[in-house]
């Protein structure tokens, strides 16, 4: 079963509000699941392939991200002074430029400071890029390629942004490394720094800052440390006794499935298969 028939999304609420929320279910498993903690993180390791989690497509400016405080971790629309976030158009750009998600059974600790940033994570899991062409939908659980990384620095936190590439566009099997991803993609790298540092000017907080003194970008192998890294570090979040995120999981034997039944029922959940 592909991954984008395994995982139905279940949405709920008012799509552009602080109402919504996109619950995953596995049709597999037949039970709700949370993206965070239950979908593995790699599909091959030793093929630099892993599982992406397709928050918000290419081309569109609503900012949906995993929920890391609610139960099962849907997805819903970052709120800032009370309002659903939405992302600016920076010419020549249309909302985002490329699918945007994250990897799950990662986490970038708060509490650690990053030895390559001297920053701090910013308590969610590791953010990712799709360069690839295929256009895809929130809630798409998709397989990437590792090809990079960028280290960006956000209101003084660490915030990685892996770099892969959809495996369901012809020319993945040309990129390897960031080289190869020039020669095939001219001017995308350019053009991800340039949106990155820029897209928070227009709301008026002016430009993100990046580690490294200006050799922003990292090839895969260094990405892949950086994943690994985050991998731990969730590992070592979901062991703990006390935890401040909703560790609230199907796959969790210590999770009462009573009380996500409740939820379900209060949130009026209806699975279309």
Aim: net charge negative.
């Amino acid at each position: 079963m592909s991954l984008v028939k395994r995982y139905a999304l279940v949405e709920t609420g008012s799509k552009y509000s602080t109402s919504y929320a996109a619950y995953f279910y596995d049709n597999v498993l037949k039970s709700y699941i949370s993206p965070f903690h239950d979908i593995p993180l790699f599909n091959d390791q030793k093929g630099y392939l892993a599982h992406m989690i397709v928050e918000i497509p290419r081309w569109t400016n609503a900012k949906l991200e995993i929920n890391t405080k609610s139960t099962l971790n849907p997805i819903k629309q970052d709120v800032k002074k009370g309002k659903p976030r939405f992302v600016n158009n920076i010419f020549p750009f249309h909302g985002y430029p490329w699918n945007y998600g994250a990897l799950p059974q990662t986490w970038e600790d708060p509490d650690y400071v990053d030895l390559h940033t001297g920053a701090k994570g910013d308590n969610d899991p590791v953010d990712i890029i799709d360069i690839g062409c295929p256009l895809t939908q929130t809630g798409n659980v998709v397989i990437v390629k590792i090809v990079g990384c960028i280290a960006l620095i956000d209101e003084g936190e660490t915030d990685w942004k892996i770099i892969g590439i959809n495996i369901d566009d012809p020319r993945h099997e040309k990129v390897s490394c960031l080289k190869t991803l020039k020669d095939n993609f001219p001017g995308i790298l350019d053009n991800t720094i340039f949106w990155l540092r820029n897209y928070k000017v227009p709301c008026g907080s002016g430009q993100n800052k990046f580690a490294f003194e200006g050799e922003y970008l990292k090839d895969r192998e260094f990405a892949m440390e950086i994943i690994n890294c985050a991998n731990i570090s969730w590992k070592a979040l979901v062991a703990r006794e006390a935890c401040p995120l909703s560790l609230a999981r199907a796959s969790d034997p210590k999770c009462d499935v009573s009380k996500h039944s409740v939820l379900i029922n209060e949130v009026n959940i209806s699975l279309n298969q």
